[in-house]
């Protein structure tokens, strides 16, 4: 029996013990980080991170958080697994310290307080934080197989009600602010080692890597600014040394950038909201602006040279060039700035800051730094600081030469006939039969849709294949402005009583690239409008209004102006008198509206600040829109010249006269021309912007009788402008202008080839300026106003009879006319 069990404890024993030393001879020889024999193995925990390291956590008294997950590395950087760690919390002397903050020790789940432990009655352990109302600062450590992390700073303090930025602190003692907290000091200058103010805060404040952010003022771009904020709790006092560090974010990404100290690096144009985040909730603090630019100069380059005026060739590639300057003389880079021209139909300008002329004419280009895409701001901070604000550009004068072909509409408010005549070809086209008689018609630039209006539907006519294309019977009514991009139109139903803006194809929109779904009406706004215009940006339209008479479907002008604008929506203000027509200025820093006087209201809104001086904490209310202190002759229709020297307008009262309204010089300046750069000022604004102006000319139209001014038609290169009305003469009237002082008023009698001619009641300018297109009454002709050899423009071609019937089969005079060029030959 005894040799039995000396068996079982030999096997039991030595045969383990045998495979054990098999086992150890098969084992991988560790490796040390040195390379030698001895000291950490790789593979190993060498390191134990917690993040944030320097900016910790902050909680309100009695806020749960949670550290994050702790991450361990070996000596070589590579990521080592742990099957459990342990949390704790220290001291700033190394004590343990669960009254000020407390930690789960397995989870780092955190109490700013104290956490429940031996509750009974059936309550978890750690699930109740109870508060202490302890303010300090203390450490978690989390120690992973015997090694230990950072410490994670923990900052607790009372519940945080209002954070505000502001300027530094230069005492530290009776306005505490982020910058004299000893956290600032931590990650700036680390002198501070220990707090000698009651509230918690450095003996005195940091000195900034940065200059201190501009309480009243702008931050020119790429200039670094030291962000401060003071942080309040519920009973008012003032708790900024005590909540750790600050986290800053811009509501717009695009006008600042902010680090992790707090330091603020201006980008863009513009101004934004600041949210400060502390104690894991976020605090709208205040704004921060970046400087707008209060000039834009616009040249062409030519040779080694730059000039405000070329000429360039159809198809041919014109560099545009932009500098920018702020208040400051910081030269702006990266602005997204829109590049208009006042005739894209024959000379567009492009996104990239370039002009091809497509055909033959001119046009004026200008650039603008327009919101919300370029110096965008909040709402109620636009006009702070210049922010929120249009900004434009000197026009550059663009000339293409050459001659181009005509495509010529012709239609009648009378007739259900559209008649298309197409230059190249020896004859008139074929009528087209429309649905409905037309009251109004409208060509996008791009020549490709007419649109029309009528009393039943809106009519959409394919000027590619001269056939219908489109109809629409939810609005009715008038067809007043197309949107230079073809994609919106200004339709009015007198009988509904509403202004429409009307998409019409579901393409990109305005400056800001949205798209919608389908064509329809965008948005509405009660009243009748009589005239309206776009500025060549497409983002916003200037619309007069009027009165209604259902007995007598005449709509007579009244006072109100409406305006819509894709930054502000609409808005609707008040003329003292009644406006009769509507005209951009040339740059389109507002618009010009016909009337007894002739008015302009301003781009500039008038800004208030509330509140006090300007500053971070600042709001604004503004006047849009404001009259621009222009008081002109009595006009009824108006036109601007592309040169933007001139606003030329005609009226019958109290006989039927032309005024030349010359724009005013501009200080420095010898050419007259509109204000341009930012709205004056870049401090709070209490005036609105003033348009210098002067009557050039003032003269009787030669040769008419006028009940009404139907049209006022200057040719793309402001060299000259025609005139048409209702009544009797048989003359086109004509108008030069001049770059200074009065021009030449003369009229040019009609043909009679074709009968006898009574008054030109509509006119169209070719895309060239070589001809002007006048439907007249008498003989119900479409006349050719051609330039001669000289210069000068005569009616010596054949007139065009279209022939419009109306429903009796009697012939009309042709009242709508549109146009669009295209090549001389087929």
């Given at each position: ?7 079982v ?31 950490p ?5 060498a390191?134990i ?86 303010s ?5 450590v ?24 502001g ?66 709790a ?44 502390i ?91 327009q ?10 901070q ?9 900004v ?19 239609a009648?408010t ?9 230059f ?13 008689q ?73 400056t ?12 509405q ?17 200037y ?37 009769t027509?509507?005209?951009?200025g ?10 007894n ?116 038609f200057?040719?793309s ?93 009697n ?11 295209r090549?001389?030959?087929?």
């Amino acid at each position: 029996m005894r040799r039995f069990l000396t068996l079982v404890f030999l096997l039991l024993f030595t045969i383990p013990f045998g495979v054990s030393i098999s086992g150890c001879s098969k084992k991988t020889a560790a490796v040390f980080c040195n390379g030698g024999d001895t000291g950490p193995v790789v593979g190993q925990i060498a390191t134990i991170n917690l993040q944030p390291k320097i900016f910790g956590i902050s909680l309100n008294f009695a806020q749960i958080g949670q550290v994050s997950s702790p991450s361990a590395i070996d000596c070589k950087g590579t990521t080592v697994t742990v099957s459990g760690y342990t949390y704790a919390t220290f001291l700033p002397n190394g004590q343990p310290d669960m009254t000020i903050a407390d930690v789960q020790p397995t989870t780092g789940r955190l109490c700013a307080g104290t956490w429940n432990r031996n509750t009974g009655g059936g309550i978890a352990d750690f699930t109740t934080c109870n508060p202490t109302n302890k303010s300090g600062t203390v450490y978690v450590v989390v120690n992973g197989n015997g090694v230990s992390s950072n410490p994670l700073p923990i900052f607790i303090h009372p519940v945080v009600t209002n954070v505000t930025l502001g300027a530094l602190s230069t005492d530290c003692a009776n306005d505490p602010a982020t910058n004299c907290s000893p956290a600032a000091f931590d990650t700036q200058t680390s002198t501070c080692t220990q707090t000698t103010n009651g509230n918690g805060c450095c003996a005195v404040p940091v000195t900034p890597t940065a200059n201190a952010v501009a309480a009243t003022g702008c931050v020119s771009q790429s200039v670094t600014s030291q962000l401060a904020a003071r942080v309040l709790a519920g009973n008012g006092a003032n708790i900024s040394c005590q909540v750790g560090h600050l986290s800053y974010a811009p509501q717009t990404a695009s006008v600042v950038t902010i680090d992790e100290n707090g330091v603020a690096t201006a980008q863009q144009p513009g101004s934004t909201v600041i949210t400060a985040n502390i104690s894991n909730a976020g605090s709208s603090a205040g704004f921060f602006s970046t400087c707008p630019p209060t000039s834009i100069a616009l040249t062409a380059p030519i040779g080694t040279g730059n000039a405000t005026s070329v000429t360039v060739n159809p198809n041919n590639v014109q560099p545009i060039n932009a500098v920018a300057t702020d208040q400051y003389g910081t030269i702006l880079t990266g602005l997204t700035l829109n590049f208009e021209s006042t005739t894209p139909t024959t000379i567009p300008a492009a996104s990239a800051a370039s002009v091809t002329p497509i055909f033959p004419g001119a046009a004026a280009i200008t650039a603008v730094c327009q919101p919300p895409t370029c110096n965008p701001s909040p709402f109620n901070q636009i006009g702070l600081f210049g922010n929120g604000k249009a900004v434009t550009s000197n026009p550059v004068l663009v000339t293409a030469p050459g001659v181009n072909s005509t495509n010529l509409y012709i239609a009648s408010t009378n007739s259900f006939y559209l008649v298309p005549v197409d230059f190249t070809q020896p004859q008139l086209g074929n009528p087209v039969r429309l649905p409905y008689q037309p009251n109004s018609m409208v060509i996008s630039n791009d020549g490709s849709s007419i649109y029309m209006g009528s009393s039943f539907e809106l009519m959409t006519f394919s000027a590619t294949t001269n056939s219908l294309a489109a109809q629409d019977i939810t609005v009715p009514g008038n067809v007043i402005a197309l949107s230079p991009d073809g994609t919106t139109l200004v339709i009015t139903d007198p009988i509904r009583q509403f202004v429409y803006l009307y998409n019409t194809s579901g393409k990109s929109t305005g400056t800001t690239g949205t798209t919608t779904s389908s064509a329809g009406i965008q948005t509405q706004y009660g009243g009748v409008a009589t005239h309206a215009v776009f500025s060549p940006d497409n983002s916003t339209v200037y619309i007069t209004l009027g009165d209604y008479n259902s007995s007598t479907g005449v709509t007579t002008p009244n006072n109100t102006l409406l305006v819509h604008s894709t930054f502000t929506g609409w808005y609707q203000t008040t003329s003292s008198q009644a406006t009769t027509d509507v005209a951009i200025g040339v740059p389109s820093v507002g618009a010009f509206f016909g009337g007894n006087p002739t008015t302009a209201r301003s781009y500039c809104p008038v800004t208030t600040i509330v509140g006090g001086a300007a500053t971070t904490s600042s709001t604004t209310t503004n006047l849009f829109y404001p009259d621009a202190g222009v008081l002109g002759p009595q006009t009824d229709r108006i036109a601007t010249t592309n040169d933007g020297l001139h606003v030329l307008g005609a009226t019958v009262t109290p006989a039927p006269t032309l005024t030349d309204l010359a724009i005013g010089v501009p200080p420095g300046g010898t050419v007259p021309s509109l204000p341009i750069g930012a709205c004056p000022g870049q401090t709070p604004i209490t005036t609105p912007q003033k348009f210098t102006t002067s009557t050039a000319f003032t003269g009787a139209l030669p040769g008419v009788t006028a009940s009404a001014i139907t049209g006022v038609f200057p040719t793309s290169d402001s060299k000259i402008a025609f005139v048409t009305y209702q009544g009797s003469g048989a003359v086109v009237p004509t108008y030069i202008p001049q770059t200074t002082g009065a021009g030449t008023l003369s009229s040019i009698p009609l043909s009679t080839a074709l009968g006898t001619p009574i008054a030109p009641i509509v006119g169209v300018v070719s895309a060239d300026n070589q001809t002007f297109y006048a439907g007249t009454t008498g003989d119900n002709a479409v006349h050719l106003i051609t330039k001669q050899a000289d210069g000068t423009y005569k009616d010596t071609t054949t007139p065009l009879a279209p022939k419009l019937p109306d429903v009796n089969g009697n012939i009309v005079a042709p009242n709508l006319l549109v146009q669009k060029p295209r090549k001389a030959t087929s």
